[in-house]
């Protein structure tokens, strides 16, 4: 009576297992040790388009590829020399082959199990067809967003360059503004002050002028017309630095290049220059070509150069002291220098010197506009040559000038 209980309890399990087997929707299939199929599930014909009898017999390999086949038959005995259960194409692409030769993924699990008829091997396998689709268009989609995301910002650096770029010439605009109101600033304040003072000596000498017209005030009237003389000379210099300054910078100055003697031309000059040295004051000429100081160069900007720098030389040394022009001549290259014993320039002043309307913090009362050395350099520049100086407070002040002897 019990037997009977228990061949009843094992044929419903097998019932069971039968009715797992033939309905699951997975398919299933049983080989043998030596790989042939001996028993396939309905989703097997439905998942391969093989019918039963035509599974029965036939090697695994009839599933698999033909271009995976051979490497499919080693897999498959090393698995035969250690059977295990294992979980096949999670980490990697596994392939299948219907009976019209289409291929397909899939994910594969293998069971070994052992009964009284031998070792077999149960394969669940399931097509991962549309999951496989999924995939590729989640990472086809995720290829295009990160495309897009990459161009998008691509686009969001350009703008940021162009944004940054945007504010570095918004800056520099503020920049120049800034300067050109500092400089308007600058240039009412020097302009008030540098033509008040001549303009109210010459009105004052007008008046004494006036005063002593007689004869025997001779002497003191032409003291006066001497003092506003020298006042309409500095409101000449004064605008001719604002002029010149002005045309340099709108690129106006055109050169003028000639030959000429430059040993006879800083001789005139200093004569010219003469009349407005303090007392005691004497200037030198060292010119170590004497006599034959010919240049081909722009006459007027060397000229003008000159009267800069000497008229400073004069205006910042005290009476009683010398100021030494130099002129040397190579084959090719022109070397000047204007040398004083003057106030000097202290050194923080130093780096501003050639800046417009910059005056050194010692200049004190000193008539100028702070254009000269500004107008000099560029003068320089366009004669394709440098300056350059050194300076001590309280002993002096020299420029050095090279320039191409034939422009």
Known sequence: MIATNISIAENDMLNQVEAIFQFATEAILITDNEGKIIKVNPSTEMMFGYNTDEFIGQPIEILIPNRLTERHVKHRQQFSECPHARSMGANFDL????KNGT???VEVSLSPYTNSQGSFVIAFIIDITIRKKAENQLIAYKAELEKEVEERTMILKEAIQKLEQTKDELDNSLKREREVNSMKSRFISIASHEFRTPLATVLSSLSLVEKYS???DEEKRLKHIGRIKSSVRNLTDILNDFLSLNKLEEGKVMLN?????????IENLMQ????ITKTGQKINLSCANNGSCMVSLDKTLIRNIFINLVSNAIKFSPE????????NLSENELKLSVADQGIGIPEADQ????ERFFRSSNAGEIQGTGLGLSIVAHYVNLLKGTITFKSKENEGTTFFINLPRNF
Do not use: C, V, Y
């Open 95 to 98: 392939f299948a082959k219907r």
């Open 257 to 265: 290049i000639e030959s000429f003697n430059l040993h006879d031309m």
């Open 214 to 216: 007689a004869l025997q």
């Open 272 to 275: 010219e220059l003469q009349g």
């Open 351 to 354: 780096k501003h010197l050639f």
């Open 103 to 105: 291929e397909f993924p």
């Open 320 to 327: 009683n002291n010398n100021i030494t022009i130099s002129a």
